[in-house]
């Protein structure tokens, strides 16, 4: 009876670490994407080459695991699209800045061209 009692702990404390291990899996990939989500407004570019490079092997890790559950595929799935839209917003972000400021050199080049070309009209009479 007591070796049975015993089996039977062994058991389960076999069965808990390994849906805490499963359950670990994920998070580490949950916990990198809030990190990423948190911080990524203060990354370089070399600094999102590495992130990104850091999230591939994340994701390559989990992959080769054969026995996800259905219920971790998913939150991978959602923690991806996460990571995307994230690093999408990021991008976007300072691409639209880039843009404003092009944009704001333009109309700057018009206005002065605009500017000369009345000069140069005054000159001319």
């Keep these: 009876m007591k070796r049975l009692f015993i ?3 062994l058991g389960l404390s076999l069965l808990l ?3 805490c291990g499963k359950q670990d ?6 916990d990198f994407v809030e990190k990423v989500q948190k911080e990524g407004s203060s990354y370089t570019e070399k600094k999102w080459e590495e992130v990104n490079e850091e999230f591939s092997e994340l994701l390559q890790k989990l ?39 092009v944009l704001d050199g333009f109309v700057e080049g018009l206005t002065g061209d605009d500017e000369n070309g009345e000069q140069a009209e005054e000159q001319d009479e």
């Design 63 to 101: 992959n080769s695991y054969e026995d996800l559950s259905a219920e971790e595929l998913r939150e991978i799935a959602e923690l991806q699209g996460q990571y995307a839209a994230t690093v999408f917003k990021e991008h976007a972000g300072k691409a639209m800045e880039k843009a404003g400021a």
């Design 25 to 30: 899996r994920v998070e580490e990939l949950k």
């Design 7 to 9: 089996a039977g702990l």
């Design 17 to 19: 670490l390994n849906s």
